[in-house]
């Protein structure tokens, strides 16, 4: 456990349309996911099939790809601990009906195939995905200064959970 985790995001077509990348975006920034690479892309059809293989047998399969490639995408990526899982919990559920408010999804979408963002749901799609939408070069890793205040061990901040243990009586 290490807050080293990386996670991929995207702001959907409509999310930029409706002006909601601000928004979207702050939930990130304020829960304190570190923010790794970000861009606006129009990505191809092809592309969008390679980013959701796993879902081609779906009757949705179709009019979902036409929907991402109806206008471009903010894609993202951010690191924290935990950041897939919680990343999901902020959004959460793939239908916004059945979503709770202060969620993304139960605040600003009412259908699901209109749900203006998409966040990995395990750490092996969040590896894919990151590799799918940026190369080695886009991403960036850096000190952010806000770490320190976000986790509460020192060791935690340095990537290192092994040494938490020895380190838990002397922070801080
Ligand atoms: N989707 C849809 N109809 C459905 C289920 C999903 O249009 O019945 C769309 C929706 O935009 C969703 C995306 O397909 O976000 C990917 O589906 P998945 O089941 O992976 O949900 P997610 O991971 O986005 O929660
Ligand atoms: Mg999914």
Known sequence: MANSEHTFVAIKPDGVQRNLVGETIKHFEQKGFCLIAMKLIQASEDFLKEHYIDLKDHPFFASLVKYMQSGPVV????????????????????????????????????????????????????????????????RVDYKSCAQNWIYECQVMREQTSVLCLFHSLSYP
């Not at 009412?110 to 750490?123: A, C, E, L, P, T």
């Open 75 to 138: 894609a993202m990526v951010r690191k924290g601990l935990n950041v897939v899982k919680t990343g999901q919990v902020m959004l959460r559920e793939t239908n916004s009906a059945d979503s709770k408010p202060g969620t993304i999804h139960g605040d600003f979408c009412i259908q699901v195939g209109r749900n203006i963002i998409h966040g990995s749901d395990s750490v092996e799609s969040a590896e894919k995905e990151i590799d799918l939408w940026f190369q080695p070069e886009e």
